[in-house]
């Protein structure tokens, strides 16, 4: 697996541009460094907005990610922007001005993995990061695989949402969850809400699940049939119970919080027979008691994903497209790059509620 994450100097670059490089934990610093210089078969992109999310707050405060980033480096992984450059091995297939989405990743196509329809898991998994920046190289891969023209009618902060998006398409494919059935979800945050509104467009009950009133509230604007502040509840497993038919349980569970509380509710808020993807994804080093009585018995199938593939960063464009999610929805504010470390200092004491469009 490679990563790739934006360089602070490059050889040969023509110009330089304002980024927010990370130096370590909750140390991001606004700087001016060089404009990449490209491969013969790269994209550099300006970048008309960048996305917060919860995935980069954690990187913030922990000043890293294994499998992402190595500091110092230039961050940030949701964003659409304009084709600034493109190396002489592309120009005949894209052309410079190109409104596109560049997913954050893109698979090898010819691993063990990626033969058997299972690309998120590639051996060779190459990420890029670099959004917070005015420009940001595009690496070959992704340029061919898993970078998207943005249809006229799409905005870019519409746009910019498209790899969160696939993340939470893949779940609901992954869960297997039909038209007409219960899903429970757990967790309001903008992924949570992104789950309740596409599995509301899908024609699924959907029960959520936050943690305080806000929450609750936004829930039900994306389409939640019923939503509960777990605060003021006493048992939340019987109160989701008593909502599904003959209290069996819901027909599907989606954790998006991660941890071992919401874990273990989650498998016991899903009928037998039923499915429960553990999205929310635990602290390196938690452990998780589950009861092995209802896993056999109920024939419960626990299920968990991880990122996304280039078929879901396509149909998530698609669903953009179709006006099925919008930003406005989900976006709390806009700001220029230069005030994003106070911003993050901020969205550090609001649990990664806030979700701010950065505009380099």
């Given at each position: 697996?490679?990563?790739?994450?934006?360089?602070?100097?490059?050889?040969?670059?023509?110009?330089?541009?304002?980024?927010?490089?990370?130096?370590?934990?909750?140390?991001?610093?606004?700087?001016?460094?060089?404009?990449?210089?490209?491969?013969?078969?790269?994209?550099?992109?300006?970048?008309?907005?960048?996305?917060?999310?919860?995935?980069?707050?954690?990187?913030?405060?922990?000043?890293?990610?294994?499998?992402?980033?190595?500091?110092?480096?230039?961050?940030?992984?949701?964003?659409?922007?304009?084709?600034?450059?493109?190396?002489?091995?592309?120009?005949?297939?894209?052309?410079?001005?190109?409104?596109?989405?560049?997913?954050?990743?893109?698979?090898?196509?010819?691993?063990?993995?990626?033969?058997?329809?299972r690309s998120n898991l590639c051996e060779d998994l190459l990420f890029n990061n670099g959004a917070y920046a005015e420009y940001i190289?595009?690496?070959?891969?992704?340029?061919?695989?898993?970078?998207?023209?943005?249809?006229?009618?799409?905005?870019?902060?519409?746009?910019?949402?498209?790899?969160?998006?696939?993340?939470?398409?893949?779940?609901?494919?992954?869960?297997?969850?039909?038209?007409?059935?219960?899903?429970?979800?757990?967790?309001?945050?903008?992924?949570?809400?992104?789950?309740?509104?596409?599995?509301?467009?899908?024609?699924?009950?959907?029960?959520?699940?936050?943690?305080?009133?806000?929450?609750?509230?936004?829930?039900?604007?994306?389409?939640?049939?019923?939503?509960?502040?777990?605060?003021?509840?006493?048992?939340?497993?019987?109160?989701?119970?008593?909502?599904?038919?003959?209290?069996?349980?819901?027909?599907?569970?989606?954790?998006?919080?991660?941890?071992?509380?919401?874990?273990?509710?989650?498998?016991?808020?899903?009928?037998?027979?039923?499915?429960?993807?553990?999205?929310?994804?635990?602290?390196?080093?938690?452990?998780?008691?589950?009861?092995?009585?209802?896993?056999?018995?109920?024939?419960?199938?626990?299920?968990?994903?991880?990122?996304?593939?280039?078929?879901?960063?396509?149909?998530a464009m698609e669903a953009i497209a179709r006006g099925e999610i919008r930003a406005r929805d989900f976006v709390n504010a806009e700001?220029?790059?230069?005030?994003?470390?106070?911003?993050?200092?901020?969205?550090?004491?609001?649990?990664?509620?806030?979700?701010?469009?950065?505009?380099?």
């Open positions: 697996m490679e990563t790739l994450t934006q360089p602070l100097t490059e050889t040969k670059a023509s110009g330089h541009m304002t980024a927010a490089v990370l130096y370590g934990s909750e140390d991001l610093k606004i700087e001016k460094i060089d404009i990449p210089a490209l491969s013969p078969d790269e994209a550099l992109v300006r970048v008309k907005v960048a996305l917060t999310c919860g995935t980069d707050l954690k990187v913030w405060k922990r000043g890293y990610h294994a499998r992402m980033i190595t500091p110092p480096a230039v961050f940030g992984h949701e964003l659409a922007g304009v084709v600034e450059q493109v190396g002489p091995e592309i120009a005949e297939n894209l052309a410079v001005g190109t409104r596109v989405v560049p997913a954050n990743s893109a698979p090898c196509g010819a691993c063990f993995f990626c033969r058997n329809e190289r595009i690496p070959g891969r992704i340029v061919r695989k898993n970078m998207l023209e943005i249809p006229s009618n799409v905005s870019f902060m519409d746009a910019a949402m498209a790899e969160p998006l696939a993340c939470v398409l893949r779940g609901i494919h992954e869960t297997g969850v039909q038209p007409g059935e219960t899903t429970v979800l757990i967790g309001c945050g903008p992924i949570g809400l992104k789950f309740i509104r596409m599995l509301s467009c899908r024609s699924v009950n959907v029960i959520a699940l936050g943690k305080r009133p806000g929450q609750v509230k936004a829930a039900e604007r994306m389409g939640a049939r019923a939503a509960f502040d777990v605060s003021t509840l006493s048992d939340p497993i019987s109160a989701v119970r008593r909502l599904t038919e003959g209290s069996r349980g819901a027909d599907s569970v989606i954790e998006a919080v991660g941890s071992p509380r919401t874990w273990d509710w989650a498998i016991r808020m899903v009928r037998c027979g039923g499915t429960v993807n553990l999205f929310g994804g635990c602290p390196q080093g938690t452990r998780v008691e589950l009861d092995p009585t209802a896993l056999h018995y109920s024939e419960i199938t626990i299920k968990s994903t991880f990122h996304h593939t280039p078929r879901f960063i396509r149909e700001m220029p790059l230069c005030e994003l470390p106070s911003m993050f200092r901020h969205m550090k004491h609001r649990n990664g509620e806030m979700k701010v469009a950065v505009i380099p």
